[in-house]
């Protein structure tokens, strides 16, 4: 983890459909409220809150206290990892291409 605030792993906490549903509504918004959210799902308030407090444990989620509502936002910041993982293996596949590209190549030059 590249964070010292972060106390959960990026990518387990990401590992959960719901919560990647959850960072997708947040990206799309400054800041969305409690009741907001939970909106969008077939679950309780509870459920959701304990999905945004993993996503906060990994430094993915800033919640903010209006009155007596809890404003959520994204930190976008911790996916960069994921990122730079991914893109290592974007490059790995492209090799590949390229080579079986230059393979078939030849093989259509070949008498």
Do not use: C
Not at 44 to 59: D, P, Q
Request: no cysteine; net charge negative; aromatic share 8%.
């Amino acid at each position: 983890m590249s964070d010292s605030n972060q106390t959960r792993d990026v990518y387990d906490a990401i590992a959960d459909p719901t919560r990647r549903q959850l960072l997708r509504l947040l990206a799309d918004r400054d800041e969305i409220p409690l009741h907001e959210l939970t909106s969008q799902f077939d679950m309780g308030r509870t459920a959701v809150s304990k999905h945004l407090g993993i996503l906060k444990e990994a430094g993915l989620v800033i919640d903010r206290k209006v009155g007596r509502e809890t404003r959520y936002s994204l930190n976008a910041a911790p996916l960069r990892e994921i990122q730079d993982w991914v893109s290592f293996y974007s490059k790995f596949w492209r090799d590949r291409m390229v080579l079986l590209n230059q393979l078939l190549q030849e093989e259509q030059n070949e008498p």
